[in-house]
């Protein structure tokens, strides 16, 4: 049963059968408890934000991968691109993080996530942000800096990503992954970007400078390929 919550605003939902379901999203609900397995205890989402999230086993395991390899006295997690919440509850069920600060530039997809946080029981561990992030960790968060590790998962020009052959990231949208390293490597240079699995590799390594290294991640469910997480140091 689900809990008892404030009431959702009008642009979000909580579909409780597929004929709510409008057909564009219809695959995604029908996936649901592998995006949020606590789905039916409430979860909200807007339209659009279906989506965006990480299902759960992958946020998951980025979560658990990126606590493993954070370097002594990064003790904050940043989540510049929060969306419904997915990734964000993921780094706060791992325990690992003194705090976590999560950006959201969408009010009512940032009202899913504090929602969700609720349903997960981890609102405690993690500060909200409404705004744009790049000027949110230029202002805001900029003294935290030396303590952080950033995490991004950005909008990638939404589900039209998927019939690319080979995922153009220098025409990204509505970032280009040189502002995104370049923006985040002027806040740290312990940042982890969340890309799709088609992404052109070669780009990546024409972004990082020489005296860095990137490590990437591929990460899959059941065989099916998702995602990969490139870390930067």
Same mark, same amino acid.
């Given at each position: 049963?689900?809990?008892?919550?404030?009431?959702?605003?009008?642009?979000?939902?909580?579909?409780?059968?597929?004929?709510?379901?409008?057909?564009?999203?219809?695959?995604?609900?029908?996936?649901?408890?592998?995006?949020?397995?606590?789905?039916? &205890?409430? %979860?909200? @989402?807007?339209?659009?934000?279906?989506?965006? %999230?990480?299902?759960?086993?992958?946020?998951?395991?980025?979560?658990?991968?990126?606590?493993?390899?954070?370097?002594?006295?990064?003790?904050? @997690? %940043?989540?510049?691109?929060?969306?419904?919440?997915?990734?964000?509850?993921?780094?706060?069920?791992?325990?690992?993080?003194?705090?976590?600060?999560?950006? &959201?530039?969408?009010?009512?997809?940032?009202?899913?996530?504090?929602?969700?946080?609720?349903?997960?029981?981890?609102?405690?561990?993690?500060?909200?942000?409404?705004?744009?992030?790049?000027?949110?960790?230029?202002?805001?968060?900029?003294?935290?800096?030396?303590?952080? %590790?950033?995490?991004?998962?950005?909008?990638?020009?939404?589900?039209?990503?998927?019939?690319?052959?080979?995922?153009?990231?220098?025409?990204?949208?509505?970032?280009?992954?040189?502002?995104?390293?370049?923006?985040?490597?002027?806040?740290?240079?312990?940042?982890?970007?969340?890309?799709?699995?088609?992404?052109?590799?070669?780009?990546?390594?024409?972004?990082?400078?020489?005296?860095?290294?990137?490590?990437?991640?591929?990460?899959?469910?059941?065989?099916?390929?998702?995602?990969?997480?490139?870390?930067?140091?």
């Amino acid at each position: 049963m689900a809990a008892d919550f404030d009431e959702a605003p009008p642009e979000v939902h909580h579909y409780e059968s597929l004929a709510e379901v409008p057909w564009d999203i219809q695959i995604y609900w029908k996936q649901r408890y592998r995006i949020f397995s606590k789905y039916d &205890e409430g %979860v909200w @989402l807007t339209d659009d934000a279906w989506f965006g %999230v990480t299902p759960e086993p992958v946020a998951d395991k980025i979560a658990e991968d990126i606590a493993a390899t954070a370097p002594e006295g990064r003790v904050i @997690l %940043v989540d510049a691109f929060a969306g419904a919440g997915g990734n964000t509850i993921a780094f706060a069920k791992t325990g690992k993080w003194k705090r976590i600060y999560a950006i &959201e530039k969408n009010p009512a997809v940032l009202r899913c996530a504090k929602h969700n946080a609720q349903v997960y029981g981890v609102e405690n561990k993690i500060t909200w942000f409404e705004g744009d992030c790049f000027e949110i960790l230029k202002n805001q968060l900029k003294d935290l800096a030396p303590y952080c %590790v950033l995490f991004a998962s950005p909008p990638w020009g939404g589900p039209g990503y998927r019939s690319d052959r080979v995922f153009d990231l220098h025409t990204m949208e509505p970032y280009p992954l040189a502002k995104l390293y370049d923006e985040y490597s002027a806040f740290t240079k312990h940042l982890a970007l969340y890309l799709p699995r088609t992404s052109d590799l070669k780009q990546l390594a024409e972004v990082v400078e020489e005296d860095r290294k990137a490590t990437v991640v591929h990460y899959c469910i059941e065989g099916a390929s998702k995602a990969f997480s490139s870390d930067s140091e």
